[in-house]
């Protein structure tokens, strides 16, 4: 039986996380993926905390874990071969859970919340040279004997790597936002809403798209297709990626997800405003961005040499 399932985790503690669940629906409009990742890692760890607790898993035994109760798990976590990163958002995850818990039955969460996240190196965007981004671009259409399915692979790279769209951004066009303005209304992570500007080779890659593309269009149809009609989905624009960067001898690293880190790393490179980077992107916070400095440090080398008068 699955974790999600587990018969260990009484009813009342099961009925809790799908409140929770709901809750972060609602007020906190995670996406589907976000909510069965928290799903998969509560559900971890109330059926680690069943068997740990002597088969008591319900709310009150909760309400008592312990700081020794949260060690002896993210122990058991890295025996299972349960790396940092993962045991990290596993961690987040109960948290939160614990934070939302604890205000509903009224006890005091600090065992849990203070439990120390493991530290891992944070893992920086692998991005393509200006160069093999273009070459994504010139072989992306040669995947398929059919010119409107290349067409259509064009379109994607082409937002991708031209407007920074996350992939399930763009899979998420309907035909309503055809024909492309100059600027894209995007709602992304956490619902939030940004305005991404639309280059002219986008624009074109996508209404040559839509002139070859032979299925039917209506305003609340995905934009992007399959072969059958189906909504084109994420795998088969990463299968056209693999073949891509097989045929140009490119790393495993050059994804879809690789062409939005181009995007941000050679607007930075350009002397882009790492502000402004951060809103095309959709970032909720800076930080985040400012992983793309780190990748850019040739550059600044180059710019602090040229100009600073002690260079």
Not at 101 to 108: A, N
Request: hydrophobic share 40%.
């Amino acid at each position: 039986m699955s974790r999600e399932g587990s018969l260990n985790i009484p009813p009342g503690t099961r009925d809790a996380l799908t409140l929770f669940l709901d809750h972060k629906r609602a007020l906190d409009a995670a996406s589907e993926n976000t909510i069965k990742a928290y799903q998969a890692d509560i559900s971890g760890f109330l059926d680690f905390m069943a068997t740990h607790l002597g088969g008591e898993a319900g709310r009150g035994a909760l309400a008592r874990v312990t700081i020794s109760d949260m060690r002896a798990w993210m122990a058991s976590e890295r025996a299972r071969g349960i790396g940092t990163r993962s045991l990290a958002r596993a961690l987040s995850a109960v948290k939160s859970f614990y934070s939302w818990l604890s205000q509903q039955d009224g006890f005091d969460a600090t065992a849990v919340l203070s439990t120390r996240s493991p530290k891992f190196a944070k893992k920086l965007p692998r991005p393509l040279s200006p160069d093999a981004a273009q070459a994504v671009r010139d072989i992306a259409p040669l995947q398929s004997r059919h010119d409107w399915v290349g067409a259509r692979d064009l379109a994607v790279v082409t937002l991708l790597y031209g407007c920074g769209l996350r992939i399930s951004e763009a899979l998420g066009l309907t035909a309503a936002d055809a024909p492309l303005g100059e600027v894209l209304r995007i709602r992304g992570k956490g619902n939030k809403e940004r305005l991404v500007p639309v280059l002219p080779a986008a624009r074109d890659a996508v209404e040559a798209y839509r002139t070859l593309c032979p299925h039917p269009e209506a305003p609340d149809l995905p934009l992007f297709r399959g072969v059958r009609g189906g909504a084109l989905g994420a795998r088969q624009v990463q299968k056209m990626m693999q073949q891509v960067r097989l045929q140009l001898g490119l790393p495993a690293t050059a994804t879809p997800h690789a062409l939005r880190h181009s995007f941000a790393t050679h607007l930075l490179a350009s002397g882009g405003d790492l502000r402004a980077i951060q809103e095309l992107l959709g970032h909720a916070s800076l930080s985040t961005t400012q992983g793309y400095t780190a990748l850019d440090t040739s550059k600044l080398v180059e710019v602090y040499n040229a100009a600073h008068p002690r260079a």
